[in-house]
């Protein structure tokens, strides 16, 4: 729900700079199927969170988001391995929407692509440890 309130309490002035650092993160990512680089998969993922979260402009919301971020990640990290070609691929997909949502000024819909990947990530654990 945090996710969605992104555009509510975003700094517009901050679109390019993120934009520029997100694009920025692709070759990166589509160096990651073949290398299986698990600590460059980690520094994007943080890159990619810090680039959002600068978009906060409310200071507290911004902590919170930043806490909540790193509290599931250490969760996350216990699966990625087992799961590395669908979060390698899935991670694209989030930056590419990203992008498309930065490229296009719309901070709700950035917003939005988070919740969404989120909940696509939540399913994706689950559905592991139901058959796992």
């Known amino acids: 729900k945090l996710s969605e309130m992104i555009g509510d309490f975003s700094k517009p002035d901050q679109t390019p700079k993120s934009l520029q650092e997100v694009e920025g ?45 790193f509290l599931a990640s ?3 990290y216990s699966f990625v391995d087992r799961m590395w070609d669908d979060e390698v691929r899935f991670l694209k997909e989030e930056v590419d929407e990203l992008c498309r949502a930065l490229r296009a000024g719309d901070l709700r819909a950035v917003g939005f692509v988070q919740r ?9 654990v689950a559905r592991y440890i139901s058959t796992g």
């Open 25 to 69: 993160l692709i070759p990166r990512i589509d160096s990651l199927i073949e290398s299986r680089d698990f600590e460059q998969f980690w520094q994007i993922n943080h890159e990619l969170h810090f680039a959002i979260n600068a978009l906060i402009g409310n200071t507290a919301m911004r902590e919170i988001h930043d806490r909540l971020y």
């Open 116 to 124: 969404n990947f989120i909940s696509y990530g939540l399913s994706r």
């Open 74 to 76: 250490r969760v996350w």
